[in-house]
């Protein structure tokens, strides 16, 4: 991966107590999910956010990044590319922790489409639990074991989205609740593929609970 700057926003509170991990879309970049951050800091003041841009150059367009590519879109191909590309994510954000003193039980992670589909694979394949984990408009695609069970996952899905459509949560759902992974589900009116202010309520108030129960 070339070397590039990624997008953050620091903690009202110092020094940080929790780390945000913001994974974006597919063909976007860390300063697309960044442009979140002010709508939800006041509620997290204790949070550094942190937006890293995609581990790839996008490859269906010259512009753009993405965390694996989804030109075969086929299950097996999607799952070879997660368990690839998921190292190069994981040292991302290893190198933010270090940096701030943090470790996984201080750590959110939060991501949107492709980035949720990574965000969510990233989860279940820890060793040390992410404090929780929130995907928006996402669809899981399963690593070979669920080694995590322990943080908490929130998924938010529009009910109008024809990118990913709403049924991909009843899969999530269903594969996390036979793990025994703890889940919760929220399908939204109105919505396509995309996060609205129902969503980012949806999800400060999730890490807002995950934080007072906190990982054992």
Known sequence: MTNLIHPEVGSKILPAKKLVILLHGVGSNGHDLIKLVPHIKDSLPDCHFMAPHGVEPYDMAPYGRQWFSLQDRTRYVMKRLLGSNVASVTDI????????????????????????????????????????????????????????????????????????????????????????????????????????????????????????????
């Open 93 to 216: 954000i290893h190198q933010k922790q270090l940096a701030l003193n943090l470790t996984n039980k201080e750590t959110i992670i939060m991501g949107f489409s492709q980035g949720a589909m990574m965000a969510i694979y990233l989860t279940l394949i820890q060793k040390e639990p992410f404090l929780a984990t929130v995907g928006f408009s996402g669809l899981l695609v399963a690593p070979s074991q669920c080694i995590n069970r322990a943080t908490p996952i929130c998924l938010v899905h529009g009910m109008l989205d024809t990118v990913v459509t709403v049924d991909a949560i009843d899969h999530a759902l269903a594969y996390l609740s036979q793990h025994n992974v703890p889940c919760s589900a929220h399908k939204l009116d109105q919505l396509a593929h995309s996060i609205d202010h129902r969503g980012l309520d949806i999800a400060v108030n999730f890490i807002k609970n995950s934080q007072i129960k906190g990982i054992p």
